[in-house]
């Protein structure tokens, strides 16, 4: 059984920064897929970014160069780094974990944590 465990969130002016902290456990296969959804109100959850294994991180489009994730040790945390923040960015943010990187894409990852709210003003 994993267990993620986000942390992090806040409230920042547009523009700012802000680091989200995902601490995983429960696992020993490195072959796990951890990623960053998010979902503002009253629209779908989407997946903002993942790290699988080696691989090179995924990004969603609305992100790319200015979010970063990272995962210093296998089974350890991961962390998104978020800078240049805009109000779009505004949402729940949510940690998952998942064998396939497909299943995090499309946001059906088994494991999921409980959620860190980001809220950006104009």
């Known amino acids: 059984q994993i267990q993620l465990h986000e942390s992090g969130g806040g409230s920042v002016q547009a523009g700012g920064s802000l680091r989200l902290s995902c601490s995983a456990s429960?696992?020993?296969?490195?072959?796990?897929?951890i990623g960053w959804l998010r979902q503002a109100p009253g629209k779908p959850r989407e997946i903002v970014a993942s790290?699988?294994?080696?691989?090179?991180?995924y990004y969603a489009d609305s992100v790319k160069g200015r979010f970063t994730i990272s995962q210093p040790n296998v089974q350890n945390t991961v962390y998104m780094e978020m800078n240049s923040l805009k109000p779009g960015d505004t949402a729940m943010y949510y940690c998952?974990?998942?064998?396939?990187?497909?299943?995090?894409?499309?946001?059906?990852?088994?494991?999921w944590g409980q959620g860190t709210q980001v809220t950006v003003s104009s």
């Open positions: 429960g696992y020993t296969d490195s072959s796990i897929c």
């Open positions: 998952a974990a998942d064998v396939s990187s497909e299943a995090m894409r499309f946001g059906t990852a088994k494991y």
């Open positions: 790290i699988y294994s080696r691989a090179r991180p």
